[in-house]
């Protein structure tokens, strides 16, 4: 006999790092709202902004985190990182110095997230509109040493930013499910994290 099976209200939290200037400000309000805005104050410490999906018969509620980029934030913001399921690094094409930050951003992130979510990383150009760009082959070059998924993007014209935000929340979404069988459904809330199912597999690992 088939049973109903109730659908989950799952939460997803990303964690939206780079440099000042980089747009992510302006690549959250372009995916979440689909609106962009010339000129914004720079994000101070850090703010965020949320997007309701339906994934199959799953309600997918995805919390962004936007950091600041400033230095002087750095110990404010570090602190947001620890219960992130994901992590989103923009820089801008059209700026060498943010494009050489990368290493640092990454680093960042995997000396303040739980490891089981270092996979869950991914890189986004910005500003695709620009002119004057980075060349491509130094971008794919520096990609394929760090084997991170990469998108391009313009939050200005929305080029790519459904589809970069999509394709990690689909990712994540997947992982989750995969981990939920593996908690027998019918000992799973009905509303969850990714993190509170990552946490019950982990305490029913033998310690010997």
Known sequence: M???IEPLEIIFKYI????????KTSLI?????????ENYICTIGVDFMTKTIKIDNDIVKIQ????????KYQNI????YRSANAGIILFDLSNRDSFNSLDR???????NTNPLNHTSLIIIGNKKDKEDKIPDEE??????????????TSAKTGEGVIEALDNLTNRLYKKFKLQNRK???????KKLSLQRIESKIDSNKCSC
């Open 2 to 4: 088939m049973t109903n």
């Open 16 to 23: 939206l790092i780079g440099d000042l200037g980089s747009g």
């Open 29 to 37: 309000n372009r995916y979440i709202n689909d609106n962009y805005v």
């Open 64 to 71: 962004i985190w936007d950091t600041a980029g400033m230095e």
């Open 77 to 80: 913001t570090t602190s947001y």
């Open 105 to 111: 951003w990454i680093n960042t992130f995997y000396e």
């Open 139 to 152: 971008i794919w070059q520096y990609i394929s040493t760090r084997k991170l998924e990469y998108y391009e």
């Open 183 to 189: 908690t027998s459904i019918n000992k799973v809330p």
